[in-house]
Each structure stands twice: as C-alpha cells, then as structure tokens.
C-alpha cells in the first residue's frame, strides 16, 4: 500500500503550487504558508459570483459551466472535468467540495464536458481523439475573459474517472503550445482510459514538476500505484479503503465523505 496523506489536500496542493510553497515541508507549515500566500495574494476586483456560463471550444462547440469567482484579480483558479459523458455532467462534483476550494480563494469552473448536460458535441469525442482537449482549452481560455481574471500560471485542473483523459491530455498540449502549464492535477480515479491519448510516461518531463494528487480506492490502485517508484516530491499518492462501497471518481465524495478535503 502507498503512504497516506490524509492530511494534505488539494486545496493546499494548488495552493502551493500556485504560490510556490515548497511541497517538501511539513504538511501542517505546507497548508499553514499555501493558506497565508493564497490570502495575501490577489487584490480585490468585483463582487464574487457564482453564475451559468457558455463559451465555445475552438471546434466550434458551445460548453456549459458553472462559474465561482471571488472577487480576486491575478488569483488562483481549479477547471473541473467530470466523469464520462454523456452518462454524467458537472453535477458529479458535491457543492462542498466546490465551497471549499472557493473558501481558498480559488476561482472555480465547474465544466460539462462535450456532449454532456447542457454542452453541445458528441460525448465520446470527450475521451478518444484530438477533441476533448479543446474542451479544457475553452475552460481555460475562458477564465482569461473574466472581469477578474485568475493568473495563467496558477490554474489547476481535476479529472475524474475518464476526465482525467483530458487533464493529461492538456497537460501535453500546452508544452506544445508554449502555454503555462496546469498549476496543479488531481486524477481522481486514474486508469487506463487516462492514457486513451497520451502516456505518462512519454510524457514525463512536462509532467514531472506539476504537484499532482492521484486519489483513488484501493479497488482501483494499479494504475496510480505503477507511478509511485520514482515518483518526484510534488506527486501525492492518496489511496483509500472504501470497499465495498462505490468509491470511483467522483463517487468517492459518497463512499468517504472526509476525502472532501483532500
């Protein structure tokens, strides 16, 4: 079994990678310093607001999200990217869980992938091919329009089950694209599918100084567990026992409540 982090949330991951808190410290003075820098950064700009959104992928499909601000110029933000469409949408993510990022100061954009919920496009173009990756570049790109916008470099990116498709694969774009790359990546439930465009591995070197959360049920542990042997300081291995409840991506919020505050 990998060691646990329990305590280490992902709040306090993007906040530290987005501040440039040392993810090698104690966690308790890691949390404390990433909580302080996240405070202290970003000067106040227009009321938060949580508000519906559309804006189009480069493809020319129109995306639904759910849209948190707070009130922050230059902060942080976090895209959400859901289980497989079109079977589920944004709602997979509890409210608490967007709340506690929020409470952070980080900006939220709760996305329905394409063909999934209120987003046009086809679903499985989501995860297999060239296309879902434009649908984290929307997201992404539309943050930048915001009346507040969030810093480029300090957005982070969560993909659960097949979303974590294209949490990596966006992770290969922008090396490519010359564009900053993710603050942050939380794979909740990272499995084969991950890799359905890209691996890991070819890829390691601009994944490598990324601080990456790899959350999932001891269920589902081989994929995630193969990166742990050299694994670098940033990545968080976060493996738990929830049989035989249901604890695949988004469904762990469910099956262990205190992984909200991962």
Not at 182 to 198: D, I, Q, S
Not at 218 to 244: H, I, K, M, T
């Amino acid at each position: 079994h990998p060691p646990m982090f329990s305590r280490i949330t992902f709040t306090a991951l993007i906040a530290s990678g987005c501040t440039g808190a040392g993810t090698g410290e104690g966690e308790a003075e890691a949390e404390a310093e990433a909580e302080a820098e996240a405070e202290a950064e970003g000067e106040d700009c227009v009321a938060a607001t949580t508000e519906v959104v559309e804006f189009d992928t480069d493809d020319g499909f129109a995306l639904e999200a759910d849209l948190y601000t707070t009130g922050k110029d230059a902060g942080a933000a976090v895209v959400l990217l859901h289980m497989i469409p079109p079977a589920n949408d944004r709602t997979n993510y509890p409210a608490e869980f967007i709340d506690a990022l929020v409470e952070r100061g980080i900006t939220v954009l709760n996305v329905d992938r394409r063909g999934a919920g209120g987003s046009e496009g086809d679903a499985m173009d989501a995860y297999l091919g060239p296309s879902g990756v434009l649908d984290a570049k929307a997201a992404v790109d539309h943050l930048a329009t915001l009346d507040c916008p969030p810093d480029a470099a300090r957005i982070g990116i969560v993909g659960a089950s097949n979303g974590t498709t294209t949490a990596l694969d966006y992770v290969v774009l922008a090396a490519a694209d010359v564009r900053p790359a993710p603050a942050a990546l939380a794979f909740l439930t990272g499995g084969a599918y991950t890799e359905n465009n890209n691996d890991v591995g070819s890829n390691r070197i601009a994944l490598e100084p990324i601080p990456v959360l790899f959350e999932y049920a001891s269920d589902e542990a081989v994929w995630s567990n193969q990166f742990l042997a050299g694994a670098p300081p940033a990545w968080v291995f976060d493996e738990r026992d929830v049989f035989p409840l249901d604890g695949h991506g988004t469904r762990m919020f469910d099956a262990d409540p205190g992984s909200v505050d991962f």
